[in-house]
C-alpha cells in the first residue's frame, strides 16, 4: 500500500515543474498589484482640492514619519485612510463571490446571494432607529450578519457535507434566499418606522456608502487570512468548481472544503457590509470579469479577483466623491451604475463567442 | 485463533482482490436494490453491471467509489475496508466516472484533465510537465487531442464525456468505476472506448466496473457480469454463465434471445407482441 505513495514522491522530485502557469499567473498578479498601488495614489491626489504630484512625496513622508502637519499630507492621510478602506471592502466582496460562486457551483451567486448582507442591513438599521452611534451601526451589522450566518449554517448543514446526498435540492442557497427575504422584510418595515432625521442615513447605508468608512485593521486581517486559506486550497476549489463527484474521488475532503469555503465568504461579506454598508455589484461583476479574462482556474482567479475588486471599489469611490464634488454620492449607486453596462456587454460577448 | 490471527484470517494465497463487498446492502427510500451482495473484482477483470433503471447501478458505484455510504455490509479495496482509506491514497488506487453533469465554469479541457493528477502531487501548486504529458496522452487515447484548448462548456455531449474519460484515464488508477461510458458517444467512439478498457485491463491489469445498457457493445470486452435484479437479488459471474437469455430476460423486464452470427453472440429483445 505504501509503494504508490514512494513512485509519486520520487515522480514529484524529479519531475520538472511547468513553467507557464506558474510565470502567467506571476505576470498577472504583478500586473494587477501595480495597478494597485497607482489606484492607491490616484486616490491620494485626487479629490475636490487637488494635491500636486511634486508634493506627493514629501507628504507621503510626512505621513510615514507620522507628523503629517503640512496641508498636503493632512488631505493624503483622509483620503489613503478612506482608499484603504474602500480597497479592502471591494477586494473582501469580490473574494467572497469567488468562494460564492464555487461553493454554489453557479456563477450567478454573488455574496449577498445568501443572505448575510440582509442580515447586517437588519442589525445596522436597528442600532440606528435605537441609537445611532457609528460603532453601534458597525457592531448591529457585523452581529446581523453573523446571527444570519449562523442561522444558515444550522439550517443548511446537510448541504455543506457534500459527497453524501445525490440528487439533493440546492438547500443552502434555498434557505439562503428565504432568509435573504425575511430580512428585507424587516429592512423594510423599519423604513417605514423610522422618523424622518433617520432616513437618509438609512438608504446612504443600504446603498453602500464609504464617507464614513475608517481605516481598520480588522478587515485586512479577515482578508489576508481567508485570501492565504484559498490561496492553500487553491486547487481543490478548482475541483470542487468542476465536479462534486470528481473532487471527493481525486482525494479533496469535500465536505471540510465547503465548510471552510462558507466560513470564509461569511465573514468576508461580514467585514466588508460592516465597514461599507451593502455596496452591490462588485461581488458579481469583479469575479464574473476575472473569469472572463484570466480563465477558471482558481489559483490566478483568487488573487486576481482580490486585487481587482479592491481596485474597483477605489476608483468607483474616487468619482463618487469627485463626479458632483462637495457633494458626495453613494459608492454603491456608482459601482451598480459602472456593473450594470460592463455585465451586459460581457454577457453579450460571452453569447456571441 | 489469537486475535493476531484471526485479522488476517481470510487473506487469500494470492494476495487480495482489486475490490470486494461483504454482505452489501444498498436501499434508496425504503426500497432495497441490492441485498447481501458478496462480490469481488481481481485484476485483469472487465465486469459490466446491468439492470432496469432505477435497479441500483449507480448507486451500487458511487458505493463502491466510497462516494455513498452502505446501508449495510462493507466494501474492501485491495483487502482494506473503505473508511480506512486516507483520501488521497485511495484517488491513486480507483478512480470514477459520474455521469454526466453540466459544467458551471469555463475550464478548458485540458484543465480538467490535468485535475485528475492532484493525487500525485496534492501538496504542490502547479502541475509538472510530466502530468502535462500524460494528460495529453490521455486525450490522445480518446482521440480528443484536438478539443485541449477549448472551454468546456462549448463542446457536445460526446466531445465532453470522452474528456470525461481521458480524465478518469490520467488518474491512472488500478481499479476503475464508470457510470455509463458510452452515454452520448457515437458508435465508432463507443467501441474504441470500449476497446481501449478492455486493453487496460489485459495488458494493464486494471479492474474496470462498468454500468451499460448496450448488451452488445460489451461482448467480447466483458469478461465478467453483475446482475441487478432490482429486487435486492443479483447474479455475478463471468459473462458466459451470468447473460443467459433466462437471467437477462428476468433482470431487463422483457425477453432476450441470444442469437449466434458469423462466431459471435448477439442479444436481440424479442419484438413486442
Not at chain 1, 456563477?107 to 460603532?135: E, F, I, K, N
Not at chain 1, 461579506?269 to 458579481?284: D, E, H, P, Q, R
Not at chain 1, 482567479?301 to 466623491?321: K, N, V
Not at chain 2, 474519460?165 to 490520467?170: E, F, G, K, T, V
Request: charged fraction near 15%; charge should be positive.
Amino acid at each position: 500500500m505504501d509503494t504508490p505513495d514512494k513512485s509519486v514522491k520520487m515522480d514529484d522530485g524529479t519531475g520538472k515543474r511547468h513553467g507557464i502557469g506558474r510565470g502567467r499567473a506571476a505576470l498577472i498578479i504583478g500586473a494587477l498589484l501595480a495597478a494597485s498601488l497607482a489606484s492607491l495614489l490616484l486616490a491620494g491626489v485626487a479629490g475636490s482640492v487637488g494635491v500636486p504630484l511634486a508634493e506627493l512625496a514629501s507628504g507621503l513622508v510626512d505621513i510615514l514619519r507620522g507628523e503629517p502637519v503640512s496641508l498636503p499630507a493632512v488631505l493624503l492621510e483622509l483620503r489613503l485612510a478612506r482608499a484603504l478602506a474602500a480597497f479592502a471592502t471591494g477586494a473582501a466582496l469580490a473574494l467572497a463571490g469567488v468562494m460564492m460562486q464555487t461553493l454554489l457551483r453557479n456563477p450567478l451567486a454573488d455574496p449577498y446571494v445568501l443572505g448575510v448582507s440582509s442580515g447586517a442591513s437588519v442589525g445596522a438599521l436597528a442600532a440606528m432607529l435605537v441609537a445611532g452611534a457609528a460603532w453601534m451601526v458597525d457592531a448591529g451589522a457585523f452581529a446581523g450578519a453573523a446571527a444570519i450566518s449562523l442561522l444558515l449554517y444550522l439550517l443548511a448543514r446537510r448541504d455543506l457535507r457534500g459527497g453524501q446526498a445525490e440528487g439533493r435540492a440546492p438547500l443552502l442557497l434555498l434557505t439562503g434566499v428565504i432568509l435573504a427575504a425575511g430580512c428585507s422584510a424587516l429592512v423594510t418595515l423599519m423604513l417605514s418606522l423610522a422618523p424622518d432625521t433617520s432616513l437618509r442615513g438609512m438608504v446612504f447605508w443600504l446603498m453602500g456608502d464609504l464617507s464614513g468608512a475608517q481605516a481598520a485593521w480588522l478587515p485586512w486581517l479577515v482578508l489576508l487570512t481567508s485570501l492565504a486559506i484559498a490561496m492553500r486550497e487553491a486547487r481543490p476549489i478548482n475541483l470542487l468548481a468542476l465536479h462534486d463527484d470528481a473532487a471527493a474521488t481525486l482525494g479533496v475532503r469535500v465536505g471540510a472544503l465547503r465548510k471552510g469555503l462558507f466560513v470564509c465568504a461569511t465573514l468576508l461579506t461580514a467585514s466588508a457590509v460592516t465597514s461599507a454598508g451593502s455596496i452591490g455589484f462588485v461581488g458579481l461583476i469583479v469575479p464574473h470579469g476575472c473569469r472572463f479574462a484570466f480563465g477558471a482556474d482558481h489559483r490566478v482567479l483568487l488573487p486576481a479577483a482580490t486585487l481587482a475588486g479592491g481596485i474597483f471599489l477605489l476608483l468607483a469611490d474616487i468619482l463618487a466623491r469627485t463626479l458632483l464634488a462637495p457633494q458626495q454620492l453613494p459608492v454603491g449607486a456608482v459601482t451598480a451604475l459602472i456593473g450594470v453596462p460592463v455585465f451586459l456587454f460581457q454577457l453579450h460577448q460571452l453569447h456571441r463567442k | 485463533m489469537s486475535d493476531n490471527m484471526s485479522a488476517h484470517y481470510d487473506r487469500p494465497l494470492f494476495g487480495y482482490p482489486m475490490i470486494d463487498t461483504q454482505s452489501l446492502q444498498l436501499r434508496i427510500a425504503g426500497r432495497t436494490l441490492v441485498d447481501q451482495l458478496e462480490w469481488q473484482a481481481k485484476p485483469g477483470e472487465c465486469w459490466c453491471v446491468i439492470g432496469r433503471n432505477g435497479a441500483g447501478k449507480t448507486t451500487l458505484l458511487r458505493t463502491l467509489a466510497g462516494l455513498r455510504q452502505p446501508d449495510g455490509g462493507r466494501v474492501r479495496i485491495d483487502g482494506r475496508p473503505l473508511p480506512q482509506w486516507p483520501p488521497l491514497q485511495l484517488a491513486r488506487q480507483r478512480a470514477f466516472l459520474p455521469q454526466a453533469k453540466s459544467d458551471a465554469f469555463g475550464y478548458r479541457a485540458i484543465d480538467t484533465v490535468l485535475a485528475a493528477r492532484y493525487p500525485f502531487h496534492a501538496g504542490s501548486r502547479w502541475e509538472s510537465d510530466s502530468d502535462h504529458e500524460a494528460a495529453l496522452a490521455a486525450l490522445q487515447a480518446v482521440g480528443a487531442a484536438g478539443l485541449a484548448q477549448r472551454d468546456v462548456r462549448t463542446l457536445s455531449g460526446g466531445e465532453r464525456q470522452r474528456v470525461a474519460i481521458a480524465s478518469l484515464l490520467a488518474q491512472d488508477a488500478a481499479l476503475m468505476l464508470l457510470d455509463e461510458p458510452a452515454n452520448a458517444l457515437d458508435l465508432a467512439h463507443q467501441a474504441s472506448t470500449m476497446a481501449l478498457l478492455s486493453r487496460l485491463c489485459r495488458e494493464q491489469q486494471k479492474t474496470v466496473l462498468m454500468a451499460v445498457h448496450d448488451l452488445n457493445l460489451v461482448y467480447g470486452i466483458a469478461t465478467h457480469a453483475l446482475l441487478l435484479m432490482g429486487d435486492g437479488q443479483w447474479q455475478a459471474g463471468p459473462v458466459a454463465g451470468v447473460m443467459t437469455a433466462e437471467l437477462l430476460g428476468r433482470c431487463l423486464g422483457h425477453p432476450v434471445e441470444l442469437v449466434p452470427h458469423h462466431g459471435r453472440v448477439v442479444y436481440v429483445a424479442a419484438p413486442c407482441a
